[in-house]
């Protein structure tokens, strides 16, 4: 499975676009990105998901450029309650990675009044 | 539709003792997986139970074991207790091959005292 890289913590005011960059050199042609999002004593929550150039639902916005080894989740204009734990994962998209889910220690974003 | 229900919430238990937790997964869902998360970390991947079997499998010792029923549900069971294990016992479930879009409970705390 495809190590990912991303910054360990970020803070951000309430009504700023809020970008964190995860870095995956080792990124697989079968691999998909998953973002997900974690609250204090919750489980994480699936945020977006994607394989190439952009994807973008009523939460978030993902940026995946050409060569596919970095990706950027982008959440606009964040409240304080987007304050949480965001974690990059990439995995095999078709089962060959073993059909288990990796987590690494996430991003903690926190936003200020 | 209920989501992805864990019980107990809490749980406090002395070294050396077992303890069960048990899932209940999405409606629809077929899979689920087990997740361990210390304080301040990421999930850690257990084990994953497909069709009441193990499919996939952590780093984790033969003290972890578990179990999916017909329904779907399952349950984790930790023999011999050990301080290291208090942690926040997640369970998350999905359908199929979709695996990385996981959908989680809110977890089981343990305290081994």
């Known amino acids: 499975l495809a190590k990912t890289t991303q910054p360990i913590s970020m803070d951000s005011y309430e009504g700023q676009e809020v970008n964190i960059t995860c870095s995956h050199n080792?990124?697989?042609?079968?691999?998909?990105i998953t973002w997900y999002q974690q609250f204090p004593s919750q489980g994480p929550r699936f945020i977006i998901q994607g394989y190439k150039t952009k994807v973008t639902n009523e939460v978030a916005s993902l940026f995946i450029p050409a060569d596919r080894k970095s990706s950027t989740l982008s959440l606009p204009r964040v409240s304080l309650s987007d304050t949480a734990v965001y974690y990059c994962?990439?995995?095999?998209?078709?089962?060959?990675?073993?059909?288990?889910?990796?987590f690494g220690a996430g991003t903690r974003l926190f936003v200020k009044a | 539709d209920a989501g992805v229900t864990q019980s107990p919430t809490h749980l406090i238990k002395t070294r050396g003792q077992q303890v069960t937790l048990r899932c209940s997964p999405k409606s629809g869902h077929d899979t689920v997986s087990w997740y361990q998360q210390a304080l301040g970390q990421g999930p850690q991947f257990i084990f994953q139970y497909y069709e009441e079997e193990e499919r996939q499998r952590g780093n984790f010792p033969d003290r972890f074991s578990g179990h999916q029923f017909p329904n779907y549900s399952s349950e984790l069971n930790v023999n011999a207790l050990l301080l290291g294990d208090s942690a926040l016992y997640l369970c998350?479930?999905?359908?199929?091959?979709?695996?990385?879009?996981?959908?989680f409970g809110s977890g089981t705390q343990l305290s081994v005292l």
């Open positions: 994962l990439v995995g095999d998209g078709l089962g060959t990675g073993g059909f288990k889910t990796i």
């Open positions: 998350a479930s999905s359908f199929g091959r979709d695996y990385e879009k996981l959908f």
């Open positions: 080792n990124i697989a042609t079968n691999d998909y």
